[in-house]
């Protein structure tokens, strides 16, 4: 077995049951991408639109492409055929254009709304404020083409372990005000898209429903 079977079911094991692996594969070759679906990974992580549309069709149709890069409205339509959910929901008006672009394809698209909790400025998302006054009963009923099926968020960079547990609480804390609010009783609001290589044990004890990790799989990335 090679090197990135190895890691991946090493983190495969330490993950409690229902918490879904996504093997974020961004900036790494299609023949990586394989080792790891004969591994038996099938939910994999790309962060550009023009990454992954050059990927997909060399690999298994059975393969559930995450995207989680920052998306620009206009390459919504591209996306849209591959994406099985994309995490990187950042704005009003990039989730009017999935409604849109996937009532145009008759597509019905899962989505997650990304949430701002870390300090670094330059990070897109939502504020947790900014998402309860954006997020209407009826601006919700109105799509009838794009399932938000949770949240995603990302902790502060940073070695600091209090903090990074506390922006994973904020994150659990809007991911359960939105499920307990304006989203109860549906039952496909249930993802909480948190934690990455260095910090997922930590997003996991706040409650993480799915991870992200891509370094500690198939290694470091050249950017
Ligand atoms: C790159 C990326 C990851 C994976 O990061 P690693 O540190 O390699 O695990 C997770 N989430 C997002 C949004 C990313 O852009």
Same mark, same amino acid.
């Given at each position: 077995m090679g090197r990135i079977a190895d890691r991946l079911h090493l983190i495969k094991s330490t993950l409690p049951d229902g918490v879904t692996l996504v093997a974020? =594969?961004?900036?790494?070759?299609v023949a990586a991408i394989m080792e790891a679906y004969e591994a038996g990974a099938r939910d994999f992580g790309e962060s550009r639109v023009q990454e992954l549309s050059g990927k997909a069709p060399q690999l298994p149709g059975d393969i559930r492409w995450h995207f989680i890069g920052h998306l620009q409205t206009n390459k919504v339509r591209q996306l849209l055929p591959h994406?099985?959910?994309?995490? =990187?929901?950042?704005s009003v008006k990039l989730l009017e254009k999935v409604e849109a672009e996937a009532a145009r394809a008759s597509l019905t698209t899962d989505v997650l709304l990304q949430v701002h909790v870390a300090a670094e400025e330059t990070k897109f998302g939502f504020s947790p404020e900014e998402l309860a006054g954006a997020l209407t009963p009826a601006f919700i009923q109105n799509l009838?083409?794009?399932?938000?099926r949770g949240v995603m968020g990302m902790a502060s960079n940073t070695d600091d372990t209090a903090r990074i547990a506390d922006d994973f609480a904020a994150l659990r804390r809007c991911f359960d005000t939105l499920r307990s609010g304006v989203?109860?009783?549906?039952?496909?609001f249930d993802t909480l898209s948190m934690g990455m290589s260095h910090d997922y044990e930590a997003a996991l004890k706040s409650g993480s429903t799915m991870v992200r990790i891509g370094s500690d799989i198939f290694g470091a990335r050249e950017y």
């Open positions: 974020v =594969s961004k900036f790494h070759p994406a099985t959910l994309i995490h =990187s929901i950042d009838a083409h794009v399932r938000i989203f109860a009783g549906n039952d496909s």
